[in-house]
């Protein structure tokens, strides 16, 4: 394995040795491509500024009283908002370049060109932000980047007093809309509780009892009538009237006995008992003798009826109480509606306020100015070396490319070559070698080779060194400082 390992590496430089020319040659000529392409790539020149993203010590103090947008709502919208084709507009109208415009899809095309180029970095850590801008024209670079940054604080200060203002108004018309409403539900609770300051005012507890103490009173007048009704019922059967009745229904009883309905004496009794009982339905007698029984009798029926009386102003009184008793929970609901719909009105009012005092000293910081946030670190300079394309890097890989390349090319063309070259590729192919003729030198013709391979490599080192020399040259051109180092060295 080693022993192939080792021809096939003696192959190989054996061929490089036979092709040496075509080698050469052809490894030059990629490398010269490759220098000429580099130097053929437009240079892009990049302009960068930082911004610092304060963190206002005004904002921190007023943190809570004023309304101001935080850091993270700030460099979220930043990079959008950068890059809007309304800002990309105005910085090209600043920048004086709308005016070389022939159509509007050359202008277009200017902000989609100043788009894909424009590259924003965050840095949260540092609160800082980079913008970066390449182009063929340092210059132009350069102005862009600082103009598309104070357009971009510009419209920021400027949106956030429009939004204050506007903010302000807002909150205005609203403060006076919500206090209008907040009277409104005011007077309308006030009013309610003036209508049902009665029921308001009741207890339920206390109705209750009222309620109960009534209900007990018409109990009492019921046990104290039924004591009257039984004493009446006594009275009237003790009246001498009644007696008297008695007294002569028998005796007509004992004389239909004896003598006929026509007789006198049984006459005269029915007329007795007739008058009796029309005495008795007028509640009273004309004589002596019955007039107290009556007074007692009609003394009972005056206290009855007055205990009736009562018993019906209790009943009205419960009644009455019962009618407020369920009254009551309407009448509070309806109030409890109406002050939620007061506190409601007045904490929407107090936080408006609250919200238009907020709105007032952030007014007064954005047109102060106090409110800018962000701070130019670093503004963009003018670009003295390009970034693209790196022709040092190109040049060395051009370098490599073409060396390899070459021997790419040398072992492809070997590959296809199908021509018997030694004599073991002779006897591969079943042919008898009977001998083998060896080279005679000629003097003259190899010191025509010798000079020919001298001029040849001559060239060649010539042309690579050119090669080579573009390296310092594009490292002494973007770098002054070691250029002006090598002259100082120089004179001296």
């Not at 899809?105 to 200017?110: R, V």
């Not at 029915?270 to 339905?281: D, F, P, T, V, W």
């Not at 952030?362 to 394309?389: C, E, M, N, Y």
Request: with cysteine; aromatic share 6%.
């Amino acid at each position: 394995m080693y022993q192939s390992s080792e021809f096939d590496y003696k192959k190989y430089l054996q061929l490089i040795s036979k092709k040496k020319y075509l080698f050469i040659s052809m490894a030059l000529v990629i490398m010269t491509g490759v220098v000429i392409v580099s130097y053929l790539l437009p240079e892009r020149y990049e302009a960068k500024s930082t911004v610092f993203v304060e963190k206002s010590v005004i904002s921190e103090l007023l943190k809570g009283i004023s309304l101001s947008p935080s850091y993270e709502e700030k460099t979220r919208v930043l990079t959008y908002s950068m890059k809007s084709r309304a800002l990309l507009l105005k910085v090209i109208n600043d920048l004086g370049m709308n005016v070389t415009m022939q159509n509007r899809g050359q202008m277009e095309n200017m902000v989609k060109e100043f788009q894909d180029n424009t590259d924003i970095k965050l840095n949260d850590k540092e609160g800082l932000f980079t913008i970066t801008y390449t182009n063929k024209n340092p210059r132009l670079a350069r102005d862009y980047v600082n103009a598309l940054v104070h357009r971009y604080i510009e419209e920021n200060i400027t949106s956030k007093r429009e939004e204050s203002s506007g903010a302000n108004t807002i909150l205005a018309d609203q403060i006076k809309s919500i206090k209008a409403k907040l009277e409104e539900s005011e007077a309308r609770a006030d009013n309610y509780k003036r209508d049902n300051s009665g029921l308001l005012a009741q207890n339920d507890v206390a109705l209750t009892a009222e309620i109960g103490d009534a209900q007990q009173k018409i109990n009492d007048i019921d046990a104290k009538r039924r004591q009257l009704e039984s004493q009446l019922s006594l009275a009237k059967k003790n009246s001498p009237l009644k007696a008297k009745l008695d007294e002569l229904q028998k005796k007509q009883h004992e004389l239909s006995l004896i003598y006929t309905d026509n007789h006198p004496e049984v006459i005269e009794t029915k007329n007795e008992i007739a008058s009796i009982r029309e005495q008795m339905k007028s509640g009273g007698s004309r004589s002596e003798q019955g007039a107290a029984p009556s007074l007692e009798v009609e003394k009972i029926a005056l206290e009855l009826n007055s205990l009736r009386d009562n018993a019906n102003i209790q009943r009205r009184f419960i009644a009455t109480k019962q009618a407020q008793l369920r009254s009551i929970p309407a009448v509070r609901s309806g109030l409890d509606e109406l002050e939620r719909d007061k506190n409601s009105q007045k904490l929407l009012y107090e936080q408006l306020v609250t919200r238009y005092g907020q709105s007032e000293v952030s007014k007064h910081i954005d047109v102060q100015g106090k409110a800018t946030d962000f701070r130019i670190v670093d503004p963009a300079i003018l670009p003295i070396r390009p970034i693209a394309p790196v022709r040092v890097k190109i040049i060395l890989f051009g370098i490599a490319g073409g060396v390899l390349a070459s021997f790419c090319l040398l072992v492809l063309m070997d590959t296809l070559d199908r021509s018997v070259r030694n004599v073991e590729s002779l006897r591969s192919l079943g042919v008898q070698v009977l001998a083998v003729v060896p080279t005679i030198e000629n003097p003259a013709e190899l010191l025509a080779l010798r000079k020919r391979d001298y001029w040849f490599y001559s060239i060649a080192a010539l042309c690579f060194m050119l090669i080579l020399a573009t390296i310092p040259i594009e490292l002494m051109r973007h770098q002054p400082t070691t250029l002006s180092v090598l002259s100082a060295f120089i004179r001296i």
